[in-house]
């Protein structure tokens, strides 16, 4: 897996010394470094300089941008299923997320939070913030905690912007060429998105994210949940569900596809959750807003 | 039976965690120990190796509750896997989905059974097909929750760090952070 990583780093490398800096949207700094610019010969140390720089690149994108492609990515999952038409649902699960980002670093982003009307079992996140579970994942959850553990998953994708990570080493111009598709998009015909766009968000989201990046989101989303005071192990719940249904149910193809097997999400997390010994206990109330927006729905 | 999963379900609510997994069958998935209490210093049952097929009675935090055909106790909840199940097609009636809310909820088993049709929305072929949807994306802010609203949870905060090399406050040596 690290070699895959080193191979994208590598990716990103040629592709940010082949495109020129001018770049379409501002504000965001390429970092020091400049060892791209040294040519043929690379060694080891200038790959994790290099790796470092890019890390950087990737962090330090401008905050509007990251909102606009992620506006982008939801209106094109959004065109593949649409929300539920549940107001009562949709104002739950957006209060409960709010309440799990605003236990992270970025809880000024424009939060949005969405059950989709699908049978599949999944969930997805969109940069700036768009957070969606389908109805098939969410009937199969077991209370308010395992619902927050998936939202914090998914949160910890935004708060480490791992698809525009994802998408950068889809885009033969890496970062560059996602933002300039980005920029086309809403400077050129306002509210209209550039095929190009649409077929990159459509690429990323078939392949995944990578997949040490799903681990990370485990062991985050497992943090955020338990400072918002959820119960810590409601992710393992969760992926025990999931391990439990037969994994050439139609219903996780897609999921199976872009995510490491649930048994091995459980193995990883295995050592992560051995700080949280000390039980948490539910509440009534946690229950009774559950059951009446999500369990006893018709 | 079912009245009476359900109330037991009631009463476990304040003291348990919600997944009220009751007589669902399962393995052990590593060697490990079965203990007297849901506490690692707990006294220590017996050992309980690999694929020891197990029932679950019910879940307390990081540790279930369970019974293997000589002993009663509880292991760690991570080195347990629930028994695979056929989300529709094997078992129309019991797809894993309704069993495990169904019991949590006392919510009522649908009567019609699940038949194995294709399964709508998010499919890869319906992702690839898809047309972007920005009213949808627009709808989405009627239900928006501001950073300022009044927590009705009831829950208290905790203080909890990333794991080492997670996270973005451990990297405060990058000066394009921007968190706080």
């Known amino acids: 897996m690290k070699f895959f990583l080193h191979l994208t780093s590598l990716l990103f490398l040629v592709s940010f010394s082949l495109s020129t800096p001018a770049l379409d949207f501002g504000g965001f700094g390429l970092g ?62 957006n209060k409960v997320g709010r309440w799990v980002v605003n236990q992270t670093s970025r809880p000024h982003l424009p939060w949005r939070f969405a059950v989709l009307s699908s049978d599949h079992v999944n969930a997805f996140a969109t940069p700036g913030g768009n957070i969606f579970i389908t109805d098939g994942l969410l009937r199969t959850l077991n209370g308010e ?14 708060i480490q912007k791992h698809h525009i990570k994802a998408m950068s080493s889809l885009n033969t111009s890496g970062l560059s060429g996602v933002l300039k598709l980005a920029g086309q998009t809403s400077s050129g015909q ?13 690429d990323m989201y078939l392949r995944g994210l990578d997949k040490d990046d799903e681990f990370e989101a485990d062991r ?56 949280f010994e000390d039980p948490v206990e539910e509440s009534p109330l946690l229950e009774k807003r559950f059951n009446t927006y999500v369990a006893r729905r018709p | 039976m079912r009245k009476l999963l359900y109330f037991s379900t009631l009463i476990f609510v304040c003291l348990t965690s919600s997944l009220s997994a009751a007589d669902k069958s399962a393995v052990i998935s590593r060697d490990t120990e079965l203990f007297s209490k849901p506490f690692k210093d707990a006294e220590t049952i017996t050992q309980l190796s690999t694929q020891t097929a197990i029932i679950i009675l019910k879940r307390k935090g990081g540790w279930y509750q369970i019974k293997t055909d000589t002993n009663e106790g509880w292991v760690r909840l991570t080195h347990v896997r629930l028994a695979r199940k056929n989300k529709a097609q094997q078992d129309p009636d019991n797809n894993v989905g ?10 009522e088993k649908s009567d019609q059974a699940t038949t194995a049709t294709a399964v709508k929305g998010l499919s890869e072929e319906e992702l690839r097909n898809a047309e972007p949807d920005v009213d949808a994306l627009n709808a989405l802010d009627n239900f928006a929750v501001n950073e300022n609203a009044d927590n009705e949870s009831g829950l208290q905060t905790h203080k909890v760090d990333y794991l080492a090399g997670d996270g973005p406050e451990i990297k405060k040596t990058s000066p394009n952070e921007e968190d706080e």
Do not use: C, W
């Open chain 1, 32 to 93: 020091g470094g400049g060892n791209e610019e040294e040519g043929n010969s690379i060694d080891i140390g200038e790959l994790f300089d290099g790796i470092k720089d890019i890390s950087r690149t990737i962090t330090g994108i401008d905050e509007e941008a990251e909102i606009e492609i992620g506006r982008d990515a939801a209106a094109v999952l959004l065109g593949a299923s649409k929300p539920v038409n549940d107001p009562d649902l949709q104002r739950y699960v």
């Open chain 1, 145 to 158: 905690a395992e619902l927050a553990a998936v939202l914090a998953h998914e949160v910890a994708h935004v």
């Open chain 2, 98 to 107: 309704e069993i495990l809310s169904g019991l949590a909820t006392g919510r």
């Open chain 1, 190 to 202: 306002s509210n209209q998105l550039t095929t190009a766009m649409v077929g990159q968000v459509k």
């Open chain 1, 220 to 275: 985050m989303g497992v943090v955020i949940a338990s400072r918002a005071g959820y119960d810590p192990f409601a992710l393992v719940a969760v992926l025990q569900t999931l391990d439990s249904i037969n994994p050439e149910d139609s219903s996780l193809a897609l999921l199976y596809k872009t995510h490491p097997p649930a048994s091995d999400r459980l193995d990883r997390l295995d050592s992560s959750l051995a700080q």
